[in-house]
């Protein structure tokens, strides 16, 4: 039985990779998630779907200024 799984995995290189093409969430769904991730103190994965919001071209002020809190919060005034 191990000869057979050390078989079988002696030719797979790489696990494979889950590439998402088109993203499926809205700029809404995206802001939404972000506010989670915020509430939560995920500061990181906030500003990536805030990112995520700005990347879909939806203007809403409010994820510049919730990025910009984020920022503080972190200390990275500079920003």
Do not use: W
Not at 2 to 7: D, I, P, V
Not at 25 to 40: N, V
């Amino acid at each position: 039985m191990m000869a057979l799984a050390a078989l079988f995995f002696s030719g797979c290189g790489e696990i494979p990779r889950i590439v998402v093409l088109h993203d499926p969430l809205s700029a809404e769904e995206h802001f939404r998630l972000a506010l989670a991730y915020e509430q939560k103190k995920e500061f990181d994965l906030a500003l990536k779907e805030y990112r995520e919001v700005l990347k879909k071209k939806e203007f809403r002020e409010e994820t510049y200024t919730n990025m910009a809190n984020i920022y503080v919060q972190q200390g990275k005034t500079d920003l």
